[in-house]
């Protein structure tokens, strides 16, 4: 008979669970040496554990499924928790090991006891389990599996105390049942349907798992049938894009040009999707962007099968066989002289290659992204879905680990990347093939936007301090160099591309870092507020021009 940990790895095994990303502490052991019995099990070290919670994020997206992460007590897993943050947003499904003291030991409060389950429920509302015994660990195991995969997505956290793990007599469990969400019923399909035919304007707001091909196409169908919008979410989990592929506007991160894009919608149709709300609160402004003229009905809920409830408003519609609106390949041009952002992003959609996974941490310096790879070869790109940074450098990661075959690109703030750049070592360990582009403009760039923005009032030199990264002047190509990452720092477009162009013919880990200018530096950080304060009031046409043109 195995012990708790051997059982447990098999179980996992067995239900499709064949990764687990760790930072493992004492009472941890059993586990780490049970992963020698287990040949199926892929284990990765992550020298911080959000690291490791966001590579587990990363590679449920593209995997689909979940890897298991091994944390150590309540410590490892706060250490860990704004990347599960982000991955809940995302419902990303997650299997979150948390390892214990033995259950006899808590009772005398040794240095690292702490209460896990209340850290865990934050980011795990839906299944926070402490195993209690040995031979009933494998039946947790599997109710963790099967909520952690079922529909939405979410981080289920398993406690594993250290005694339950080493017990003997465990029996592993045959894995679950695969999820079988529902379609959305008839009523809810006809209300939509009459919401579409009803002359109104019409937008579908798609998020969640309804960004995949198969639903941008039966989308696109309704959308060439009956004149609807198509919307997606504003930060996507995984949304699939580029030439070939039907192109969606994403809804804008600052409210007031998402309130440009709202406007004059109707009918808005949640297909996965929440009602739009402004991602902070400011003062004077509003927080839920759905103008009071419009009304929302929900197509599919995130419990629900996003492309059967597609599949059928389209069979309702009559839209079924209708030709979706492909977006054509087109490429931006070389980039040129001194580097700019909008210079990377445009080097980006210049030589994305085919089938890459683009991670967008880029934060201010990504605002010409969308546009300049449009029409890029068709790609996933992944976002920062519950807006704690230092995501996607471990996203990038559980990326490469669940898709060997593609290429990885992670756009990166020079603040955000700080936040987990202990993950460059493990892309070497493990070989990712993961190319890290850095933007490095000496800014937490953002927060002098947001300064501004929500209007506090006598800033002086020791709050701007507080945004300010230029002293000391980190280096990037260094800090990765002593990882043992490939990597440069360039300075001008051509080196740019060059650096670019050799990372992409040599997998493996690579980091360009770029020296850039703030895209919204100097007199446009001046002029935004006002630009934004005005927006409402403008002509929805000059509105309109205006967002296109401060954020494409
Ligand atoms: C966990 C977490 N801590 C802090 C913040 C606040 N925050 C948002 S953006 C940002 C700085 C981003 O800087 P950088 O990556 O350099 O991008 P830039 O603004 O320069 O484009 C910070 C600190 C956050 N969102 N999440
Ligand atoms: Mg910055």
């Not at 990037?476 to 740019?496: I, K």
Request: charged content about 20%; some cysteine; overall charge neutral.
């Amino acid at each position: 008979m195995p012990n708790g940990a051997q059982a447990l790895m098999k179980t996992l095994v067995d239900a499709g669970v064949e990764v687990c990303f760790s930072n493992p502490g004492t009472s941890e052991m059993h586990f780490v040496a049970a992963l020698d019995s287990e040949p199926r099990m892929r284990a990765i070290l992550a020298l911080f554990e959000g690291v490791a919670t966001g590579a587990a994020d990363g590679y449920a997206r593209m995997a689909d499924k979940p890897a298991a992460t091994l944390l150590h007590l309540g410590c490892g897993l706060g250490n860990g928790l704004a990347n599960l943050h982000n991955a809940r947003k995302g419902k990303s499904p997650i299997v979150n090991i948390v390892g214990d003291h033995a259950t006899y030991h808590t009772q005398y409060d040794a240095q690292l006891q702490s209460d896990i389950e209340t850290v865990a429920r934050n980011v795990s509302p839906g299944f926070v389990r402490t195993s209690a015994t040995t031979a009933e660990l494998c039946r947790d195991v599997v109710d963790a599996v099967r909520a952690a995969r079922g529909y939405p997505g979410q981080v289920a956290t398993l406690i594993l105390p250290a005694d339950v793990s080493w017990g003997e007599g465990a029996v592993p469990c045959p894995p679950p049942a695969p999820p079988s969400p529902a379609v959305a019923d008839d009523a809810a399909v006809a209300a939509v349907a009459a919401a579409v035919r009803s002359g109104r304007k019409v937008a579908l707001l798609l998020g969640g798992r309804s960004l995949r091909e198969a639903d941008l196409l039966v989308a696109s169908r309704i959308a060439e049938h009956s004149g609807v919008t198509l919307l997606a979410e504003v930060f996507p989990t995984r949304m699939q894009r580029g030439a070939g592929l039907p192109a969606v506007e994403r809804i804008a991160y600052m409210a007031e040009m998402a309130g440009v894009q709202l406007a004059d919608i109707e009918e808005l149709i949640l297909v996965d999707a929440k009602a739009p709300v402004s991602f902070f609160a400011y003062p004077g402004k509003k927080s839920y962007l759905v103008p009071d003229s419009c009304n929302v009905l929900t197509l599919a809920t995130p419990e629900q099968d996003t492309t059967a409830s597609l599949e059928k408003l389209a069979a309702a519609l009559g839209a079924s066989q209708v030709q979706p609106k492909l977006q054509v390949a087109q490429r931006p041009g070389v980039p040129r002289g001194k580097l700019s952002a909008a210079k990377v992003c445009r080097a980006v959609g210049h030589l994305l290659p085919e089938n890459a996974i683009l991670v967008d941490e880029a934060i201010t310096s990504g605002l010409m992204l969308s546009a300049m790879t449009a029409g890029a070869p068709r790609h996933d790109l992944i976002t920062l879905t519950g807006g704690a940074i230092g995501q996607g450098l471990p996203n990038a990661i559980g990326a490469a680990v669940a898709c060997p075959d593609r290429p990885v690109l992670a756009l990166i703030g020079d603040g955000t990347a700080m936040y987990t750049i202990q993950s460059l070592w493990t892309m070497v360990r493990e070989q990712l093939n993961v190319t890290s582009i850095i933007f490095n403009n000496a800014s937490y760039s953002v927060l002098n936007v947001e300064l501004e923005r929500v209007g506090a009032q006598g800033a002086g030199p020791k709050a701007r301090s507080q945004l300010d990264l230029s002293g000391p002047v980190l280096n990037f190509a260094q800090l990765a160099q002593a990882m043992g990452v490939h990597a440069v720092r360039v300075r001008t477009a051509e080196e740019l591309v060059k650096a670019m162009e050799y990372a992409f013919a040599h997998p493996g880990p690579h980091l360009i870092e770029t020296i850039v200018p703030e895209s919204l530096g100097g007199a446009k950080r001046k002029i935004l507020p006002y630009l934004l304060r005005a927006m409402p009031r403008l002509p929805q046409s000059v509105a309109g021009a205006l967002k296109r043109k401060l954020a494409p």
